[in-house]
């Protein structure tokens, strides 16, 4: 059965939390956004001020500018930037997936090479995951990188690209075996999105926002080192790449700003039905933590993680877009105008993406009923 | 593994292989008919199991708060909750005991007050607790779990107990365990009745659909689970009644999730008597009522957050866990 042990934070996380704390309320004028959704704020002298704190890639060996710090250490950092509403987004990727994955399985000239710079907050990376007919189905991707001497050949379009329009890099996921079906014959493979050949499409969406692209490559040359791993491994990298993607607390803190307007509106003497709302969000929000904490642990001890962050990415998700509902419908009268109704509608506007982004919820559950063992 | 973690598995395992034994259907449908499990108590008091958490027992309040998520996963028809926290507040002994609430002069919602040696009172609105060594059951009653419910004179010579963390929440905390267990136990009958089940010429457990809902259920389980953890965890700390008020909020929402997909998957035959399915939805249903539902305690949580100010929200959740 699913287990999430009973892991704490450790109390040696209490200093660097006061210091991020700290460094968060002198950096405030960097904060734009109203609410606390890691896509949103992309700030590229706020990532490199991070960096230069160690707080980028804080886990990862101390050769390739790493802190060699725990997943707890990590832990933190990431929710207390997210939950004071931080622009995480420009280095979001390449911490959490894009530098793990190429610690796991990118070739030690890879490593050397962007991890360094990762840390440094200066190199940003995007996903190369879906294209327009491969969303869910991600072992249907068309897109081809053919080896040419010495060269990858790279035709091909992906969608939902976030940020490839400011981003340096990309980790695509392409055939590099055309003749191979499904989850055969699939490499990843690193590109510079300044590459002659590679267009970027913006894609606005019904928030108004436009940080997702179509990216086309067209004929785009890539020499073959920058394949991440061995060629043909492409699914499996993949599959657990997406693992990493799923159980933090980008998973349920999206809507938290939402909570704290939503506290402030109701003031210090709540009526019934208001108080009953905070605490019906404090405590889902509570216990989720908690759940996304033991998973840290489970990093932390090499274990496989893959249906647990399933598992509290679907809880987290779900409630992401509760948590407005009960808010909205709770809120004083008040609160109409002011800074919850703007936390609120931003919120409202991004939740679609919620439950979509990183696995969608179908696809989660199937990877939860997997580990009941169901399919 | 530590030492606490083994005593801790042993006392589990044992639990486990004792009510697989003996807790069957035809022991909760006799218990729901009002009849005492008379051997079960027994065999429960053989382990010393009724000690658990008392502090010559060599065990602690995490073990009998485990313990009773055990209980609850096999929906065991007994006042254990009651009878262990009556053995952790006052010197333990080999009877059986019960806890209710005061209402006037009356206790109520004494589960199995009847049988009871002794019982305790608890005063929410005051937090006085006393004992009541000659109880005089004034009305039996039950739950919609059919799990005796009984209504004590509260008697003038009730003696007064001094009880360290706060009883109420202690004895919502009760609840929120064994609703954790029997949230597991709805998850493995949907599992099991799932991959029994034929229709279509296959397991309905191979339709998505299907697959889903259990994958709802069990994210409710372990969301339910940890949440009782959390609050365990938290005894003897300043935040005990916070941290129990999001625990039993959030649990008594498990319920209701879990409940709710688990009878649709069982269709008709899980809205049977004779299927067990209902011996853990009934009482899931009605422990999220038991000492405070999930509106009382997410008021009680709510008030305390906005007290603390919007500002202090996010220190508040980040701290402990």
């Known amino acids: 059965m699913l287990q999430f042990d009973r892991v704490s934070l450790d109390s040696d996380t209490e200093t660097l939390r006061a ?27 706020f990532s490199r001020k991070l960096g230069e704190r160690g707080w980028i890639g804080m886990t990862w060996p101390k050769r390739y500018g790493g802190g060699e710090r ?25 911490d959490r997936q894009s530098g793990p994955l190429l610690l796991r399985f990118g070739t030690e000239a890879q490593r050397e090479t962007y991890l360094p710079q990762i840390t440094a907050g200066e190199a940003y990376f995007s996903i190369g995951m879906s294209e327009p007919d491969t969303g869910s189905d991600l072992a249907s991707v068309r897109t081809t990188a053919i080896k040419e001497g010495d060269q990858y050949r790279i035709n091909g379009t992906k969608i939902w690209t976030t940020d490839a329009h400011r981003n340096h890099f990309i980790i695509c996921l392409v055939r590099t075996d055309p003749s191979a079906t499904r989850h055969d014959g699939l490499s990843q493979i690193i590109v510079d999105l300044k590459n002659d050949g590679v267009d970027v499409r913006p894609i606005a969406n019904m928030a108004g926002g436009e940080d997702f692209n179509e990216v086309v ?22 599959t657990s790449e997406l693992a990493y993607e799923r159980s933090g607390p980008e998973r349920f803190l999206s809507a938290f700003r939402v909570f704290v307007e939503l506290v402030r509106a109701c003031g210090p003497d709540p009526a019934a039905h208001e108080a009953a709302a905070i605490g019906r969000i404090a405590a889902h929000l509570m216990t989720m933590r908690r759940m996304s904490i033991s998973v840290a642990g489970m990093l932390q001890g090499g274990k496989d993680v893959a249906v647990e962050a399933a598992l509290v990415k679907e809880l987290g998700n779900n409630f992401e877009k509760v948590l407005p509902e009960i808010a909205r419908l709770a809120a004083p009268e008040s609160a109409i105008k002011g800074r919850f109704r703007e936390t609120f509608e931003e919120t409202m506007l991004l939740s679609p993406s919620f439950t979509l982004r990183g696995g969608t919820r179908e696809i989660l559950r199937g990877v939860i009923a997997r580990g009941l063992g169901l399919r | 593994m530590s030492e606490a973690q083994e005593t801790r598995q042993i006392i589990l395992d044992t639990a486990e292989r004792m009510f697989g034994d003996l807790c069957d259907k035809q022991l909760l449908d006799a218990a729901e008919q009002g009849e005492f499990a008379a051997p079960l108590w027994e065999q429960i008091a053989a382990n010393g199991f009724h000690h658990l958490g008392a502090a010559a027992s060599g065990t602690s309040a995490a073990d009998l708060y485990a313990f009773l998520m055990t209980c609850g996963r096999h929906a065991v028809p007994l006042p254990l909750a009651e009878t262990l926290l009556v053995n952790n507040w ?36 005051t937090g006085a607790v006393c004992a009541i060594d000659t109880p005089e059951v004034v009305r039996q009653s039950v739950n919609m779990a059919g799990e005796p419910r009984d209504v004590v004179r509260l008697t003038s010579d009730a003696v007064p107990l001094e009880v360290a963390d706060d009883p109420f929440a202690q004895l919502a905390l009760t609840r929120a365990n064994l609703m954790a267990g029997g949230v597991q136990a709805l998850l493995e009958l949907g599992i099991t009745f799932a991959s029994e089940r034929e229709q279509f010429g296959r397991q309905i457990s191979k339709f998505q659909a299907i697959q889903h809902s259990l994958a709802i259920i069990a994210s409710e389980a372990a969301a339910a689970r940890r949440a009782a953890d959390a609050a365990v965890d938290a005894l003897g700390d300043e935040r005990f009644v916070v941290e129990v008020a999001a625990s ?21 035959m899980g809205f049977t008597h004779e299927h067990r399915l209902h011996h853990f939805s009934r009482r899931t249903w009605a422990w999220r009522d038991e000492f405070g539902n999930e509106f009382f305690w997410q008021q009680r949580l709510g008030a305390h957050l906005a007290n603390l100010g919007a500002d202090k929200v996010w220190s508040f959740m980040a701290t402990r866990g």
């Not at chain 1, 991020?20 to 609410?35: A, G, I, K, Y």
């Not at chain 1, 725990?70 to 390449?94: K, N």
């Not at chain 2, 498990?254 to 009878?263: N, P």
């Open chain 2, 90 to 125: 006052r010197e333990p002994d080999n009877g059986l005991y019960s806890i209710g609430i005061v209402d006037g002069d009356e206790v109520v919602d004494v589960p199995w007050g009847r049988r009871a040696e002794a019982v305790i009172a608890v005063n929410p609105a």
């Open chain 1, 217 to 238: 490559f067209d004929d785009v040359m890539v020499p073959a080192d920058r394949i991440v791993g061995e060629p043909g491994n492409g699914w499996t990298q993949v």
């Open chain 1, 19 to 45: 210091q991020v704390r700290e460094f968060l309320e002198d950096n405030e004028s960097h904060f734009t956004t109203p609410n606390s959704d890691f896509g949103t704020g992309h700030d590229p002298e």
């Open chain 2, 248 to 268: 039993k909020a959030r649990i008594g929402e498990a319920v209701t999730v879990a409940a709710e997909q688990v009878h649709q998957i069982h269709g008709a």
């Open chain 1, 70 to 94: 725990t997943f707890f250490e990590r832990y933190v950092v990431t929710e207390e930037t997210l939950a004071a509403g931080a622009p995480v987004s420009a280095h979001w990727i390449a």
